[in-house]
């Protein structure tokens, strides 16, 4: 199946919608099928109108994963598109053309690489669950 967002004139993730790999292979491709999501689907009740941008649900962090119960890098980096699978609320970059979720803390940072938000102080490896604490800057055991 093929992934679209439709992004708002700020090109902030309003849904996700699935075409049919079918449908995408019968319109042409992914310009194609865009401007079939805008004849079909364009809400005209979105300030500034709406855009359609291809999202691939097996990337994460710029690569591919295999869509198993346990995520395995994919042997066809190729595949990675757009960094990241779009998420609502979030926004697509078109300078990264990538897709951002949403800055979950005002000290976390953007990787540059991955389009992925990291803490300023590393996620404890000891195998205990930790929530991040904005006031301390830190990761308090759960």
């Not at 292979?25 to 855009?51: C, H, I, K, R």
């Amino acid at each position: 199946m093929a992934h679209y967002a439709k992004l708002d004139a700020n090109n902030v993730v309003l849904e996700v919608n699935v075409v049919d790999n079918d449908k995408e292979n019968q319109l042409g491709g992914e310009d194609e099928t865009v401007s079939w999501l805008n004849a079909n689907f364009n809400n005209q009740g979105v300030a500034g109108g709406v855009t359609w941008k291809k999202t691939s649900y097996n990337t994460w962090g710029g690569k591919h994963w295999n869509n198993e119960a346990e995520p395995v890098l994919g042997a066809d980096q190729s595949k990675a598109f757009r960094k990241n699978y779009a998420s609502i609320g979030g926004t697509y970059d078109s300078s990264r053309d990538a897709f951002i979720l949403q800055q979950p803390y005002p000290s976390w940072t953007l990787n540059e690489t991955s389009c992925l938000w990291e803490s300023p102080v590393a996620y404890p490896e000891d195998g205990k669950i930790y929530a991040w604490n904005e006031d301390t800057l830190s990761w308090d055991e759960i």
